[in-house]
């Protein structure tokens, strides 16, 4: 098949979608929706990108970490890429801003029933997720806003496992530009950056929150 019959095929999928979604009256069966719709523009990216992360991944021994600055990958397909390859147990994620891609990957993790807290800024960035109430999808998932400009995400993997902490200057969001990115298989991270978002969530935070 060449590449205009693949696009062909995808403004079909497309189309089938928009008219079944014509009787669709909820918001947010109408977000959800938009996201199934959306899913065909992105999968050929997150398809690419799924294999460059856990490349990666696998270069990481537990306690180790990895370095890089890039713009191969989006952000959200890190999501992704974990979730088809590891157990997860549950995921602490921080952005300043998320765009419709972030919040069709979080739904992938909680329709898995995969406990995420997402720690989000609370000036309203990106203010189609707040008008919208797209962030309402994500079911038992807990959404904080805060001042926020920190960014990681942070899969536990289980108990006697390392965690696979992505931690860097990405926004949940497809629109890559060159990131700073760490990677690192580190339980006292994880736990530095999970407790943060604890702290966050309860209210306990002091204005200087330091690990060493």
Known sequence: MNQS???QKQKEKINAIKKKAINVR???AQIIQKLIVKEVKWKPKENKDKKTILALVDEIPEGCRMKIVSNLFDSPNVISAINSEYDIIEVFISSWAITPIGISRLKSLTDKGIKITVLLDKTHSYKWLF???AYKVLRNAS??????????????????IAP??????FNLSNNPRYENIEINRSFEEYEFYSNFVKAIESGKTDSQYTLF
């Open 164 to 169: 696979i902490n992505f931690i860097g200057s």
């Open 131 to 133: 008008s919208s109430g």
């Open 5 to 7: 019959e693949i696009i």
């Open 143 to 160: 959404v904080i806003f805060s001042e926020n400009h920190s960014k990681f995400i942070l899969f536990n993997l289980g108990e006697n």
């Open 26 to 28: 909820s918001p947010q």
